[in-house]
Structures are given as structure tokens and as C-alpha cells.
């Protein structure tokens, strides 16, 4: 009943205890209503990986229901708002690039600058209700202004355009941020997340001059929006070896798991494998192609235990993102609350 309640399981050919069961009267004789002292004594975070200059983060969270775990995945991609060029003057475009295309090509271009400074334009506002003013409140301006031309310099025989012109590849580090307002005194110069994104390919005689403008929004509404390259989550594994695996069959048995799951140590002169790390295990079931060794191992994973990985586009680090995350759950379930009293009422 245990193992039922808390893990699931990999069969050969199948996945069983895979849908969630903690729910009153699910099984007789188990109390699994919610209560808040028992949910804050197995509830537990803990930071695993956390890379500032790779955006990356991995953390595990212990306790909770899928749907949760899910909840906070969806709202990581989708409602956690950052800010995104939104409109694009279009001066002057010469490039192959068509105009719309650059537009959006330059939409989804990361920009590192903290959306809670920012308030959100009101739907009246966005689409044709564009406000014909720039608001430091809701918007940050650049420009982008490249001409390109031949290199009288470049060394004769040279094929690489990159000697033979001069601008003939655009990147964000053209990017011109125009302070709106008071924003100078008020941000840090804002700019692209990355300086190295390459929006298009000159000629000489091809130029780019275009005026961009940033507003606040979230993934919901467009994927330029959302604040994540990747957010996922998995389940912990648990590898249980149900019998000695030894000599040749123990060496093979290693091979059938990601590396470092399964270590084979000498004892007594003999081969044992022996389970070292099961978190790294990717749950292949490798290991049921081999008649001898498949019913050696039992593979599982444990049904509360979610490992998050989570990677950020740059705007704001991936700690934040999760924070930031949690706050709006918060304020779903506060309003969800308030709803329900006012339906009581």
C-alpha cells in the first residue's frame, strides 16, 4: 500500500501508480486529508545548481502534488512578466530581411531590464491605442542605426566579409537605449541581454535605422514575453537492486544506466554493482532488453519528489524567476479565496 501511495513505478512495457492518489478517502484506513502541520514537516526546497552566469538552476521540491509542481512550471512560462520590444519604426530597412520579419526577429530578443520597475499598459492602451507618447513608466526606447560599406583597409585576396565590409553583420550591440523621461536617473543603462545576437547581414549600401519600443507582458499573451528558455521538472529516481549483480553481469548492468548511477566495486576478489547516485538516472528501462539482469532491478520514482530545472532568457536570474513565480500563485489563490467568500456571502 506504501509503495502505491508514494512512488511509480517502470515496468518493461508499462508505468504503473502514475496518477495522483493523496486525496481523502482514496484508501481505506489512510488519512490523506490536508493538514497544514503535516504538509510544513515534509515540505522542503532545496537548491541543487545555481549559475548566475549561465542563468541555470536546478532545485528540488519535496512534498507537494504534481499539480502544484505543474502550477509553478506554467506559471514560470507563461504569466511572470519581463519586457519585450513591442513596436518597431521601421526608418529605413535595405537588408534582405523583410520588414516584418525584423520585426519579429527583434521582438524576440531578451532585454535585461527588471519588470517590476515597470507598470503594464492597460489593454485600451496596446494595439491600435498605442499612446503617441513614450511613458517611463510603461516603456523603454532604442534605436538602431547601421550603415554598411567597404573596408578600404581589408587585405587583398581576403573572401571573409567580415575583413571585406564594414557593419556587415547587425547584432544588439547596435542597440542605442534613449532614456524615456526621468529613466536615467532612475534605471541603470538598459540594453539586449546578450550583445552578440545577430539581427541581419549588410552589403554595402544596405543600412538598418529603426526606433524600438519595449512594454511589460507575459508569455500568455506572446513567447517573447516569457521570462524562461526552459523550465521543466522530473521525477526523483529510485534504483533498487533486489539481488546481487556480480562478475560480468555487474559491468553490463552499469552500462544499461547513465554514467555514474551504477559503480562496480571489487570485494573479495569479486565484481559487485552497486547503486551510487540514482538521481542521475534518465529512467531509460535499458536494463529490460537483458533477460538475465532485468529482474535484478526495480526502478521507481518517488511520486512528491520534483526536481526543477530552470533556465532563464536573462532578464531576471532564475532564483528571482521562481520567487517571483510563487507571489503570483499567492495572489491566484487569494483571489480564488476571496471569490469563494463572496459566494458564501
Known amino acids: 500500500m506504501e509503495e502505491v501511495r508514494t512512488k511509480v513505478v517502470l515496468e518493461e512495457y508499462s ?31 532545496s537548491v541543487a545548481q545555481l549559475n548566475f552566469e549561465e542563468m541555470v538552476m536546478v532545485f528540488d521540491m519535496v512534498g507537494v502534488d504534481a499539480a502544484i509542481a505543474n502550477s509553478i512550471r506554467r506559471v514560470l512560462i507563461a504569466e511572470v512578466p519581463t519586457m519585450a520590444i513591442e513596436k518597431v519604426y521601421i526608418h529605413s530597412n535595405t537588408s534582405i530581411v523583410q520588414d516584418e520579419v525584423l520585426a519579429h526577429r527583434l521582438g524576440l530578443i531578451p532585454i535585461n531590464a527588471d519588470p517590476r520597475k515597470f507598470k503594464t499598459l492597460s489593454p485600451m492602451q496596446t494595439g491600435e491605442n498605442w499612446p503617441d507618447t513614450p511613458s517611463a513608466d510603461h516603456m523603454i526606447e532604442f534605436t538602431l542605426k547601421v550603415k554598411c560599406s567597404h573596408n578600404t583597409h581589408a587585405l587583398k585576396g581576403s573572401h571573409d566579409p567580415e575583413q571585406l565590409y564594414l557593419n556587415s553583420q547587425v547584432t544588439t550591440s547596435a542597440f542605442k537605449w534613449v532614456p524615456i523621461g526621468n529613466q536615467a536617473q532612475k534605471l541603470s543603462e538598459l540594453r539586449p541581454v546578450h550583445d552578440d545576437i545577430v539581427i541581419a547581414k549588410l ?19 506572446h513567447a517573447k514575453f516569457s521570462p524562461v528558455a526552459t523550465a521543466s521538472y522530473r521525477l526523483l529516481p529510485e534504483i533498487t537492486l533486489i539481488k546481487p549483480v556480480i562478475g560480468e553481469k555487474a559491468d ?3 552500462k544499461c544506466f547513465s554514467e555514474g548511477v551504477i559503480q562496480v566495486v571489487e570485494k573479495n576478489g569479486v565484481l559487485n554493482a552497486e547503486v551510487v547516485d540514482a538521481r542521475k538516472d534518465t529512467c531509460s528501462r535499458e536494463v529490460f532488453r ?35 513565480a510563487i507571489k503570483i500563485m499567492m495572489g491566484k489563490c487569494t483571489h480564488f479565496m476571496e471569490e469563494l467568500n463572496n459566494l458564501a456571502t
Not at 22 to 43: A, H, I, L, Q, V
Open 15 to 45: 508505468v504503473i501508480n502514475a496518477r495522483s492518489t493523496d486525496f481523502p478517502g482514496n484508501y481505506p484506513g489512510c488519512d490523506d486529508s490536508w493538514d497544514y502541520k503535516r504538509f510544513e514537516k515534509r515540505f522542503s526546497i
Open 203 to 221: 552589403r554595402p549600401g544596405q543600412e538598418l535605422n529603426l526606433r524600438m519600443l519595449c512594454m511589460k507582458g507575459i508569455g500568455k499573451d
Open 252 to 254: 553490463r548492468l552499469a
Open 290 to 324: 537483458h533477460e538475465d539482469l532485468k529482474d535484478c532491478v526495480k526502478l521507481a520514482r518517488i511520486r512528491d519528489h520534483f526536481i526543477f530545472s530552470i533556465e532563464s532568457t536573462g532578464a531576471l536570474p532564475p532564483d528571482v524567476l521562481v520567487v517571483e
